[in-house]
C-alpha cells in the first residue's frame, strides 16, 4: 500500500536561517496528490501546499515544495525561518482510487530566537 | 463562511460507556472523514465516507462505527469506550476528488478513565 516517511520527528532552527522538513513517500500510482499540512498549537490542521505535477514547485506563505518523482520526494523547505513557523508539519498523499489520504507521522518544527 | 464544526470539545466517558461524536460542515463536501491523532502516530484514519450512508473502513476501524444519514453531517460512535480509545479526534471533509484538500474541524479531545 502507499506510505509517507517522515524521517525527524522534531527540527529546530534559529530564527532567519532556512530550514528543509523531509518526505518521502512509497506508492504505485502514476498520477497522485500531495500535500503538506500545518497544524499550529491547539489548532486544527490546515493544508499549506498542495501538487501532483512532477518537477514544479509549489510556494506558499514563504515555504516551497517540489514533487520528484525519480526520488519519490516531496520535502518542504523555507529560506528563512520565523518564529511564527513552529508547528507540526504532515505531509501527505491522496489516493485516486479510494480518496484516502495517508498521511506521515509529523515532524516538528521548532524556531528559536 | 466554510466551516467544519465538531461537538463536543472536551469529553470525560468512564470506560464501558458509549460516546457519540458528532461532526458538521456546511460545504456540500461529499467526502467526510474520521481521524485520531496520538503523539508520534500523526494523524490515523478511522473511517471514510464518500456520501449519505456510503461509508468505509480506513486504517483503524476496530471498536468504532459511524453514521452518515445527512451529506453535512457525520458521527463517530464508540460502543462500550475503552481506555487506550483516549485521543484527540479530528473530523474532516472534502470535495469528492482526489486532488482536493480537506478541511478539518477543530478536534475533540476525548479521555475514557
Known amino acids: 500500500g502507499d506510505s509517507v516517511t517522515q524521517t525527524e520527528g522534531l527540527v529546530t532552527v534559529t530564527e532567519g536561517l532556512p530550514v528543509k522538513l523531509n518526505c518521502t513517500y512509497q506508492t504505485t500510482y502514476l498520477t497522485i496528490a500531495f500535500f503538506w499540512y500545518v497544524q499550529y498549537l491547539n489548532e486544527a490542521p490546515q493544508v499549506l501546499l498542495k501538487?501532483?505535477?512532477?518537477?514544479k514547485r509549489t510556494e506558499h506563505q514563504g515555504f516551497h515544495a517540489t514533487l520528484h518523482k525519480s526520488s519519490s520526494s516531496f520535502h518542504l523547505q523555507k529560506s528563512s525561518a520565523q518564529l511564527s513557523d513552529s508547528a507540526l508539519y504532515y505531509c501527505a498523499l491522496s489516493d485516486p482510487n479510494t480518496n484516502k489520504v495517508v498521511f506521515g507521522t509529523g515532524t516538528r518544527l521548532q524556531v528559536l530566537p | 463562511d466554510m466551516k467544519v464544526t465538531q461537538m463536543p470539545r472536551y469529553l470525560i466517558k468512564r470506560m464501558g460507556e458509549n460516546v457519540l461524536l458528532e461532526c458538521g460542515q456546511d460545504m456540500s463536501h461529499e467526502t467526510m472523514y474520521w481521524y485520531r491523532q496520538d503523539p508520534g502516530l500523526g494523524l490515523q484514519l478511522i473511517y471514510i465516507s464518500y456520501d449519505v450512508d456510503s461509508n468505509s473502513e480506513g486504517d483503524i476501524p476496530k471498536g468504532y462505527r459511524v453514521s452518515r444519514k445527512k451529506r453535512e453531517h457525520f458521527s463517530l460512535i464508540l460502543d462500550s469506550a475503552k481506555t487506550n480509545q483516549t485521543s484527540v479526534y479530528f473530523c474532516a471533509s472534502s470535495f469528492g476528488r482526489s486532488y482536493a484538500e480537506q478541511f478539518f474541524g477543530p478536534g475533540t479531545r476525548l479521555t475514557v478513565l
Open positions: 501538487s501532483s505535477t512532477d518537477n
